[in-house]
């Protein structure tokens, strides 16, 4: 089994010492390895062993984008002006949906909007006049959901692929 390296700050040793001798005077019989590591842990401030190591290991990086997706992202800045609008609706269906996580990030998260509201934004996003694409596309690349009366629409929360996030970034 591998063992992590956490490290630990204390920040008042006396305190930690205490409470620490408070918690083994509470066992029985001296304690094994995973309950005095809890006890540490505990006497530091955390809930238990888990939660410190949890704390204290970083979180992993964010996968890069490959070459091909860099690409396609490059391509896709290229179909938006520079106040952020779509100029023209691309051709590759790839690059369509990649462009749509724009309009997607600019949909309000975990709400219910109506179809006026929906229009107004799509509409503000867009040079080429046809909104009514835009909301079908969101539709079809599942990353908003209607009511089967239209009325009502609510952003999906899928996790964006990375050059997704970056063109989200660039854009807004």
């Known amino acids: 089994m591998t063992r992590d390296a956490v490290a630990m700050t204390i920040p ?7 409470t620490l001798r408070g918690r083994l ?5 001296l304690p094994g390895h995973q ?4 006890h540490l842990a505990a006497a530091a401030g955390f809930r238990n062993w888990q939660h ?11 996968p890069a984008p490959d070459t091909a997706a860099l690409r396609r992202l490059e391509r896709a800045l290229h179909v938006f002006d520079d106040q952020g609008r779509m100029r023209h609706w691309p051709s590759s269906t790839a690059l369509q949906g990649l462009c749509l996580w724009v309009f997607w990030a600019r949909l309000p998260a975990s709400q219910d909007i109506g179809e006026p509201q929906v229009n107004a934004l799509l509409k503000a996003g867009h040079l080429f006049g046809d ?3 835009l909301r079908r596309s969101l539709i079809d690349h599942r990353l908003v959901s209607r009511t089967v009366d239209c009325t009502v629409y609510r952003r999906i929360e899928p996790a964006p692929p990375p050059e997704a996030l970056l063109l989200i970034r660039r854009l807004g």
């Open 35 to 38: 309950a005095l590591l809890s």
């Open 12 to 18: 008042d040793l006396s305190a930690f010492a205490r």
């Open 131 to 133: 909104h009514v694409l």
């Open 25 to 29: 005077e509470t066992d029985p019989a």
């Open 52 to 62: 410190l190591r949890a704390v204290s290991q970083p979180a992993p990086p964010a």
